[in-house]
């Protein structure tokens, strides 16, 4: 069986938030592709950083506080429930991952915007069209900004 990988590229690091792009693959097939946008880093400190740069296990999981279905990442050092869903902002998330379609935001605040459609399209992937495929996760530093 074939996995999932999404493989997250961190472009910027910020006093305001974390920023990057992620991409799933199916093999060599592309299935979808997301800005994200976290906590500014803060040592992995539970529920006001972003999580270290490594490579995670994540499984399917249900989201209670949005009763969505979603990922979880599993065997993060020092930290649990670590959910990718939806959110806009740096502070619409407590250590997570928001994913959305495009960038927003000014030179004091950045952000995501179309965060529910991102999150119906990797509802489509991870529940619909692979249910069955192992989930890999990868965050890796980028730098420079990147195109969408």
């Known amino acids: 069986m074939i996995d999932l990988i999404f493989t ?6 910020m ?3 974390t920023y990057g792009r992620v991409r799933c693959m199916y ?20 529920f006001h950083s972003c999580i270290p740069e490594a490579d995670y296990e ?3 999981e249900h989201y209670y506080r949005g009763n ?14 670590i959910l990718v869903h939806v959110a806009n902002w740096p502070m619409d998330v407590q250590g997570c991952i928001g994913i959305g379609t495009e960038i927003m935001g000014d030179s004091s605040r950045w952000g ?6 991102a999150m119906r399209q990797l509802f489509d992937i991870l529940y619909r069209k692979r249910p069955d495929a192992a989930i890999y996760w ?11």
């Not at 299935?31 to 803060?42: A, D, F, I, P």
């Open 68 to 81: 969505e279905d979603t990922i979880e990442f599993v065997d993060v050092p020092g930290r649990s429930e």
């Open 8 to 13: 997250h590229s961190r472009y910027a690091y």
């Open 138 to 148: 990868r965050i890796a530093r980028r730098g420079g900004m990147m195109e969408p």
């Open 112 to 117: 995501v915007a179309n965060s529910g459609k």
């Open 27 to 46: 093999g060599d097939t592309t299935l979808g592709q997301w800005w994200t946008v976290e906590q500014s880093w803060n040592d992995n400190k539970p």
């Open 58 to 60: 994540c499984i399917r």
């Open 15 to 17: 006093p305001f938030g």
